[in-house]
């Protein structure tokens, strides 16, 4: 506890803390001790439900799944694991809301974490709410050695896993399988051979490439016929890009559902 109190006296006396917090990529992470990381992620969705006023039209069932989607893919995606969910509705509880959190909750079941995962939010009771909005933030836990980045080396492939999609260009469901799952991100995290790997948001596969390359001190070099986009917006994470340094690319495919795309490779600058 020696951490947390000297912590807390650096901030009653408004003294630097930066060596406590660091920003790696879109996670806050506040160190706890030697071998420790609280990482938090968070993200928001508006204008997308069954609301009047919703630009996009889905169920809530579906508006929990892709709400609480983007911030879980970040955390496993380096190793971490959840235990806190909050949940921030701009709707009300009965009957909308709820089923919102019910399909935040049968992920965290469907991921064996409903026991440990304390979930905390609230909703809107106080004025009629005519669309849709929604904030999540999960926190986890993490070994520091996970948060280093730099661990890939020139030659190894970059892959994505899934496709890039995003509404109201795309069809974007849960059950589409060209999207990532969490089950593809746990097996692709356990392989021995993924190296690094960073969910794919809205500015798309290069960008995140670029920052997985930059983490590690290194290039690029991408394919001359690269078979997808790699600037459409990946929306709600609907893919990955990770580094591999394996030698059998199509067990790797075999073992997940989801296509993989092999877009370069690492190399010195």
Request: glycine fraction near 8%; hydrophobic fraction near 40%; include cysteine.
């Amino acid at each position: 506890m020696a951490e947390w109190s000297d912590f807390y006296q650096r901030l009653q006396q408004h003294q630097s803390v930066s060596n406590y917090l660091i920003r790696h990529r879109d996670l806050t992470c506040l160190r706890v001790d030697e071998e420790h990381f609280l990482v938090i992620a968070n993200d928001s969705l508006g204008g997308i439900g069954s609301k009047p006023l919703d630009f996009v039209q889905a169920s809530p069932e579906t508006v929990g799944y892709f709400a609480l989607r983007v911030p879980l893919m970040e955390i496993l995606s380096v190793g971490a694991l959840p235990f806190l969910i909050i949940d921030n509705l701009s709707v009300e509880q009965e009957p909308y809301g709820k089923a919102i959190l019910t399909e935040i909750r049968r992920i965290a079941d469907t991921l064996g974490l409903e026991d440990a995962v304390h979930f905390n939010g609230s909703t809107e009771e106080n004025v009629p709410v005519a669309q849709t909005g929604v904030g999540i933030t999960v926190v986890g836990v993490v070994k520091s050695s996970r948060l280093q980045g730099n661990d890939s080396r020139p030659g190894d492939l970059l892959i994505v896993g899934g496709l890039p999609k995003s509404a109201p260009h795309h069809e974007v469901t849960p059950t589409d399988r060209e999207l990532i799952s969490f089950r593809d991100l746990e097996v692709l995290r356990a392989d021995t051979g993924v190296i690094d790997m960073i969910p794919v948001g809205s500015k798309g596969i290069l960008y995140e490439t670029q920052e997985l390359a930059r983490s590690a001190k290194l290039q690029i070099q991408l394919e001359n016929d690269v078979s997808i986009s790699l600037q459409t917006s990946g929306g709600p994470s609907t893919c990955v890009v990770f580094s591999w340094r394996g030698t059998d690319i199509d067990h790797l495919s075999e073992k997940i559902e989801t296509p993989l795309t092999v877009i370069g490779q690492l190399k010195g600058k």
